[in-house]
């Protein structure tokens, strides 16, 4: 089952510098999107959120991005820091009755490096 | 920050016997949930609770399984005969009145069936 696809299973980025990582979706009954960042070791803890309504939500150094036509979506982290250093997983939510059954992509590692 | 607990954090235990997985969700949550992870696979649901009842399933969750919330504050995951396929990590979590509001994860319970 491959609704939610992160294609890039490792990122390394410089520190100071952008990173962005994608995921993609087949499901149009997707209407909500998060995203997480995840230690090990530990659950994975919330970043960010998006709406199907929307299609651009920012929190500080987070920026997710939603294309619906294209069924892709995008966190933008700037500036990259090496505390980001962790596993990203892209995560959606079918339209329900007032519940989070979440879909998880497989993940991205990403490395900062100073 | 209000947190979502698991205890304990590592379980061996032998096939065929009974688990027992406990989770203290966040205390003003309304919704709460199972997911697991497999080693080197997806965050997988599990399963949601709500106003004491199951609200879905996946189809992992099979007769073996069960939830219960035995009191205000504890919410548990049985697997009444363990199976080999059943050691990966055991995430709980919890959402807000809305429901349809981030999750927060439990740090996990690190099943393993010998």
């Known amino acids: 089952d491959q609704q939610v696809k992160q294609n890039s299973p490792s990122l390394s980025v410089q520190e100071g510098r952008i990173s962005i990582l994608n995921c993609d979706y087949t499901?149009?009954?997707?209407?909500?999107f998060l995203w997480y960042k995840k230690y090990p070791a530990e659950g994975p803890t919330f970043l960010i959120s998006?709406?199907?309504?929307?299609d651009k939500n920012e929190d500080g150094r987070f920026t997710v991005f939603l294309n619906k036509s294209a069924k892709h979506l995008s966190l933008h982290i700037v500036p990259s820091q090496p505390g980001d250093s962790a596993v990203y997983f892209c995560?959606?939510?079918?339209?329900?009755?007032?519940?989070?059954?979440?879909?998880f992509g497989a993940g991205t590692r990403l490395a900062v490096h100073p | 920050e209000p947190e979502v607990t698991q205890t304990p954090s590592h379980q061996v235990t032998q096939m065929g016997q009974e688990v027992i997985l406990r989770c203290v969700p966040i205390?003003?949550?309304?919704?709460f949930y199972w997911y697991r992870q497999i080693l080197g696979q997806k965050v997988e649901f599990l399963v949601s609770?709500?106003?004491?009842?199951?609200?879905?399933k996946s189809e992992i969750f099979d007769d073996q399984f069960s939830v219960e919330r035995p009191d205000g504050s504890n919410f548990t995951l049985k697997i009444r005969s363990t199976k080999l396929e059943d050691s990966a990590m055991y995430f709980c979590?919890?959402?807000?009145?809305?429901?349809?509001?981030?999750?927060?994860f439990g740090s996990g319970t690190q099943l393993s069936v010998l």
């Open positions: 995560a959606a939510s079918p339209i329900s009755g007032g519940y989070n059954k979440l879909i």
């Open positions: 998006i709406s199907s309504i929307k």
């Open positions: 499901n149009s009954m997707f209407d909500y």
């Open positions: 979590a919890s959402s807000g009145p809305g429901g349809r509001e981030k999750l927060f």
């Open positions: 609770f709500y106003n004491n009842e199951i609200s879905e």
């Open positions: 205390s003003n949550h309304l919704y």
